[in-house]
């Protein structure tokens, strides 16, 4: 379990010119979470911006957990407030660019056994994820790792409609065939 101090719910980072509410974001860009939060409200009510356009101001989990036998990796935000994420949700949504494409992702199928085969730290703003399978060169930063959960069954049930667009499976066993009468 890796346990993150509750002092660190902004960033672990230490901020060097910040203010110690955190009033930049974590990344130090210079914009208040005021005009984050403004911009956010904004621009999602008018579906002006997709989740990656959504600016840094992601919290830490207070414990991250990961469950080799059930094959997924929790993260507890709140007393309450745990969500779990199957290993082959987050493979087939890392940031790597194998899966991203470099703004082209690539749809990830066959990856319904994939496991998680270990985690760390990637410095104090990301996880290093490593399943079973090799795939090893995403990092899921705080703030991507927060969307994931919070979007869990959304992004889930669109990778599920582009497998079926795609006559893929989750099954690396299976093949979906088209039968031309």
Same mark, same amino acid.
């Given at each position: 379990m890796l346990l993150v101090p509750d002092s660190s719910r902004v960033n672990p980072l230490p901020q060097v010119g910040c203010s110690p509410q955190g009033m930049r974001n974590p990344c130090g860009s210079g914009f208040t979470r005021e005009w984050a939060l403004?911009?956010?409200? !904004?621009?999602?009510?008018?579906?002006?911006?997709?989740?990656?356009?959504?600016?840094?101001m992601a919290r830490l989990p207070t414990a991250i957990n990961l469950h080799?036998? #059930?094959? *997924?990796? #929790?993260?507890?935000?709140?007393?309450g407030e745990v969500y779990t994420l199957p290993a082959e949700f987050l493979r087939v949504h890392s940031p790597?660019?194998?899966? !991203?494409?470099?703004g082209n992702p690539v749809l990830q199928f066959g990856k319904i056994n994939v496991g998680l085969s270990g985690l760390e730290?990637?410095? !104090?703003?990301?996880?290093?994820? *490593?399943?079973?399978?090799g795939h090893d060169s995403g990092l899921f930063t705080w703030e991507y790792l927060e969307q994931l959960c919070l979007r869990q069954q959304q992004l889930w049930a669109e990778y599920l409609d582009e497998l079926h667009k795609a006559g893929k499976s989750r099954d690396p066993a299976e093949s979906v065939v088209k039968?031309?009468?």
């Open positions: 403004e911009y956010l409200n !904004q621009n999602l009510e008018a579906n002006a911006i997709s989740y990656r356009e959504i600016p840094a080799k036998a #059930s094959k *997924t990796l #929790s993260l507890t935000y709140a007393p790597s660019a194998e899966v !991203q494409g470099h730290p990637a410095g !104090q703003y990301a996880l290093k994820l *490593t399943f079973d399978d039968l031309m009468l």
